[in-house]
């Protein structure tokens, strides 16, 4: 169940015939409580090593940070109802709510921020993310082993103030810190085994786990929650399809209300019947090279490939209209002349294993074929696997899930630092390396825009990776679903949506 690259299997299936939809009306006309059809359950609530963003559903409503963001990528009290900065932006105060409670009453305190920061950071937790906390005092040092917690810069004032010291300033801090993986909760074995031990959970969120049966998990309001009055269902039921024909077959079969991603083949037809709610996400798909690869070490070529990709038809056919095409500046994407050569004709591409990344890459080898005369052996993967020969450099192109874990640009520029976990591709700039770290330290945001024109350049005359397109949320709700929103991070809230049994 484990995924570190978040994947869609698309699929047909029709349900049709009048004992199916006789039993469906029966069927929700018997509870009055919404069911969320997802594909996938993660094996530990840890997540602090995966990209799935469907698991962080699950994260968001389960648990809170000190601070959250809204559909609009805009930083809101969480936990913390407060909070204020010293005249350098270095130092974090945040003052925890008096009405901020664990699941089973009990008050949350600045110490339980203490001791869970200290938990991620520490070497013995597979977290993949730590370097977005590096800008704390102490941080990387203790991640590293050679510093005690103690002698780092999160401290607990006393149970209500927490505060947070910088290395230097930073100005999207509570963007980083409103991401659900900084969701607060106890790393211990209950979380790793929540399938089995969710009763012995402290949950900080809207929501605790209150049963788990087979393939459903049935939720509850958190009566001590402190912002319990405006979570509008008192019971949610989240049902593991395993698959998306399983999943699509369940809605249509009104075994639940809504999915996310639903099969390619289906939208149109759901679009028709006004099931499907779209909205831009933070995520996409890019085509990487990788600079262990002779074949793919001359700059030409990989900007010819570039220029001969239409984004626009990958997104209006491959992707029936639900990719929106990346709009990076890295040419005036001419069509690519037939002249362009290499010394290679032949390229090794990684692809996840699932209908619509197959149907993007299929799109790719057309075009590179017509327009360079290269053949692309394409090589399909599951994720460990694909993961596994990425990181062994068993390919010369792959195509990638890129994603955007806070507002700032700067989620995305330092991807392609050359000691950061998500460069899989070997890339090495040390110019680059020098502005992007300028502009993780410059707290002007005009100084660190003309940074990022800086680095922009750089990407743009070494082209590391191709950008194609950014993915659409595609949400499938059947009419008992009113206002159904996702946070910034594409994340479902459980807690904000109507449900009305008919």
Not at 82 to 95: A, E, I, L, P
Not at 136 to 162: H, M, P, Q, W
Not at 242 to 268: G, H, M, R, W, Y
Not at 326 to 353: H, R, V
Request: hydrophobic fraction near 35%; proline fraction near 2%.
């Amino acid at each position: 169940m484990k995924k570190l690259i978040s994947i869609f299997l698309v699929v047909i299936v029709l349900f049709s015939g009048c004992v199916e939809k006789k039993t469906s009306v029966n069927y929700i006309n018997s509870r009055n409580y919404p069911i969320y059809g997802v594909t996938d359950l993660p094996e530990d609530l840890t997540l602090l090593n995966n990209l799935n963003i469907r698991y962080n559903d699950i994260l968001v409503n389960l648990f809170e940070g000190l601070v959250k963001k809204d559909i609009e990528g805009k930083v809101i009290p969480g936990l913390a109802k407060s909070w204020s900065v010293n005249k350098d932006n270095t130092v974090y105060t945040f003052k925890i709510r008096d009405d901020a409670n664990w699941s089973n009453g009990d008050k949350i305190t600045a110490r339980d921020f203490v001791d869970f920061f200290s938990q991620i950071l520490s070497g013995n937790v597979n977290n993949i993310y730590d370097y977005q906390l590096f800008y704390i005092f102490g941080a990387e040092d203790y991640r590293k082993g050679k510093i005690d917690f103690n002698k780092t810069g999160i401290r607990s004032v006393d149970d209500e103030v927490l505060e947070i010291r910088l290395n230097v300033p930073c100005n999207y801090l509570l963007d980083i810190l409103s991401s659900p993986i900084y969701g607060l909760r106890k790393l211990d074995n209950n979380l790793k085994t929540w399938v089995f031990n969710y009763d012995k959970i402290g949950f900080s969120g809207a929501y605790k786990i209150k049963h788990i049966k087979n393939e459903e998990i049935e939720l509850e309001k958190n009566v001590y929650y402190w912002d319990k009055e405006n979570v509008i269902s008192d019971k949610i039921v989240i049902l593991d399809n395993k698959n998306t024909e399983s999943s699509l077959a369940a809605f249509q079969s009104s075994k639940v209300d809504f999915i996310v991603s639903p099969p390619l083949s289906e939208i149109k037809a759901l679009r028709s019947k006004n099931f499907i709610m779209e909205s831009s996400s933070h995520s996409g798909k890019v085509l990487t090279f990788n600079f262990s690869s002779d074949k793919v070490m001359n700059k030409e070529l990989r900007n010819a490939i570039n220029n001969c990709i239409d984004r626009k038809k990958i997104c209006d056919d491959a992707l029936d209209n639900t990719g929106e095409p990346w709009k990076y500046n890295i040419s005036d994407n001419k069509k690519a002349k037939g002249d362009e050569k290499s010394n290679y004709s032949s390229f090794k591409i990684l692809c996840l294993n699932d209908i619509k990344s197959k149907k993007v890459v299929e799109e790719l080898k057309k075009e590179l074929k017509t327009n360079l005369n290269i053949d692309l052996q394409i090589v399909f993967c599951e994720n460990n696997e694909f993961i596994d020969k990425v990181k062994k450099n068993e390919y010369d192109m792959a195509l990638m899930d890129f994603i955007m874990e806070y507002k700032n640009p700067i989620s995305y520029y330092e991807k392609f630092l050359s000691h950061n976990y998500f460069n899989f591709f070997s890339y090495k700039n040390r110019e680059y390396d020098n502005t992007i770290y300028k502009a993780k330290m410059e707290i002007n945001e005009t100084k660190q825009k003309e940074l990022f024109k800086k680095a922009d350049k750089i990407l743009i005359s070494d082209l590391p990776a191709i950008p194609l397109y950014i993915e659409r949320n595609i949400i499938c709700k059947n009419e008992n679903i009113y206002d159904l929103e996702m946070n910034y991070n594409s994340n479902i809230l459980l807690n904000k949506f109507y449900y009305s049994s008919k």
